[in-house]
């Protein structure tokens, strides 16, 4: 059965924190996605990444990092945590082969920042 | 910029009837588009893909369409079940491999 897990489900981070959020897959995917997921605003892409080391930004990036050392592992940085990053953060992965392939999505990571 | 809307309203049905939601977008001419299930906590679900060439897409209940002249896609549920209450969203592609999610449809289906 086919993963993408998060670290954790729920994270409370006090505002100026650095956070980590990681994100790992088991199916070998070449390219993987953060989103960050708000009440009407739906799911927006912060960045994504089509191979090891590679990175290229997305929609909303301002207040983000990411990292990618490794094939199988995505991790998303708030360098100093708001209370306006406070979300749903999901990341997701998909095959670098084929134009069009769908995307894996794990369970999400409720952040607070207080 | 590309804008994608879905019925921010919930939609309302009886168990066994056909669910129909619509997701129309502007400003830009996607290659494909795809749909997802979400349930309330959980991250999307994939359940089917359409491109632009493609008038219609089945798999098993569900019927996607895709025109193209009018911007929208429609996605149906036939023989709906309390178990297809969800949110569904719409992500037609933006440039190479990158989607762009609509904000979502939320189902209810009541026995």
């Known amino acids: 059965d086919v993963k993408v897990t998060q670290s954790s489900r729920y994270l409370v981070k006090r505002t100026g924190e650095k956070v980590f959020l990681e994100c790992v897959q088991d199916m070998d995917h070449e390219n993987m996605f953060w989103y960050r997921q708000d009440p009407g605003l739906g799911l927006r892409l912060i960045y994504f990444s089509y191979d090891v080391k590679m990175k290229e930004k997305g929609d909303i990036p301002e207040g983000y990092s990411v990292s990618r050392e490794k094939k199988e592992r995505f991790s998303l940085i708030l360098e100093s945590a708001s209370t306006n990053q406070t979300s749903m953060y999901l990341c997701a992965s998909r095959s670098g082969t084929g134009r069009a392939g769908e995307q894996f999505f794990g369970p999400g990571t409720r952040l607070t920042v207080l | ?111």
Request: aromatic share 10%.
């Open chain 2, 1 to 111: 910029s590309q804008k994608i809307e879905q019925n921010s309203e919930a939609l309302n049905i009886q168990e066994g009837k056909t669910a129909t939601l619509t997701c129309n977008y502007t400003n830009y001419s996607p290659a494909y588009l795809q749909w997802y299930r979400q349930d309330p906590g959980r991250g999307p679900v994939f359940l089917l893909l359409i491109r632009e060439n493609e008038k219609e897409k089945r798999k098993e209940r569900l019927k996607v369409t895709f025109d193209t002249t009018l911007k929208q896609s429609l996605f149906h549920i036939t023989a709906s079940q309390p178990a297809d209450s969800a949110t569904y969203l719409c992500a037609p592609n933006t440039g190479f491999q990158k989607l762009v999610f609509g904000t979502g449809t939320r189902l209810l289906v009541s026995p």
